[in-house]
T-cell receptor, first 108, second 114 residues
Framework: GQNIDQPTEMTATEGAIVQINCTYQTSGFNGLFWYQQHAGEAPTFLSYNVLDGLEEKGRFSSFLSRSKGYSYLLLKELQMKDSASYLC?????????FGTGTQLKVEL | KAGVTQTPRYLIKTRGQQVTLSCSPISGHRSVSWYQQTPGQGLQFLFEYFSETQRNKGNFPGRFSGRQFSNSRSEMNVSTLELGDSALYLC?????????????FGPGTRLTVL
């Protein structure tokens, strides 16, 4: 079976750093994706990890520990436009299984 | 390159009717996946098509079906609609070139069943 857990909601201040965690227990693993989804819009790809370690992409970084079944998305220098839902997804073969998403609210 | 397109964007149907949704993948992408998104369940995988063949299937009843054409465009069909089928239906395409393959999503079709 597949089980992916993320916090439901988080609140952070503009300019701050926030870390969104994702833990997973899946029967297969070919990589972990993070997507951002603004209300009423399609999910957009943020990052992909298949090996342990940190991947950095501008203000966004993603970390993976396969032995712990754990990933996090780190957002730096938060902006109001970062208010969105962040979805963690595990790939098994050609299939993606998503967590229910973390709704991030950025406040002034 | 144009992104993934889905038609229609919005649809209102009544219980018992059937509906067909369409998805055109990014040019050159051969894999198309379909997802249902609801507030309570999040994004749930419906099925994936590659080269006109269903390659993976999620845990949805047989009322949900799909197909893929030779140009990689895909359709999904839901028969005998139920109120619980009201959702955002998202299509995603990928190039299917290995483990780094990324799925890119279309804007979705918002289906409301009355």
């Amino acid at each position: 079976g597949q089980n992916i857990d993320q916090p439901t909601e988080m609140t952070a201040t503009e300019g701050a750093i926030v870390q969104i965690n994702c833990t997973y227990q899946t029967s297969g693993f070919n990589g972990l994706f993070w997507y951002q989804q603004h209300a009423g819009e399609a999910p957009t790809f943020l990052s992909y990890n298949v090996l342990d370690g940190l991947e950095e992409k501008g203000r966004f970084s993603s970390f993976l520990s396969r032995s712990k079944g754990y990933s996090y998305l780190l957002l730096k220098e938060l902006q109001m436009k970062d208010s969105a839902s962040y979805l963690c997804a595990v790939r098994d073969g050609n299939k993606l299984t998503f967590g229910t998403g973390t709704q991030l609210k950025v406040e002034l | 390159k144009a992104g993934v397109t889905q038609t229609p964007r919005y649809l209102i149907k009544t219980r018992g009717q059937q509906v067909t949704l369409s998805c055109s993948p990014i040019s050159g992408h051969r894999s198309v996946s379909w997802y249902q998104q609801t507030p309570g369940q999040g994004l749930q995988f419906l099925f994936e098509y590659f080269s006109e063949t269903q390659r993976n299937k999620g845990n949805f009843p047989g009322r949900f079906s799909g197909r893929q054409f030779s140009n990689s465009r895909s359709e999904m069909n839901v028969s005998t609609l139920e109120l619980g089928d009201s959702a955002l239906y998202l299509c995603a395409s990928s190039a299917d070139r290995g483990d780094t393959d990324t799925q890119y999503f279309g804007p979705g079709t918002r289906l409301t069943v009355l």
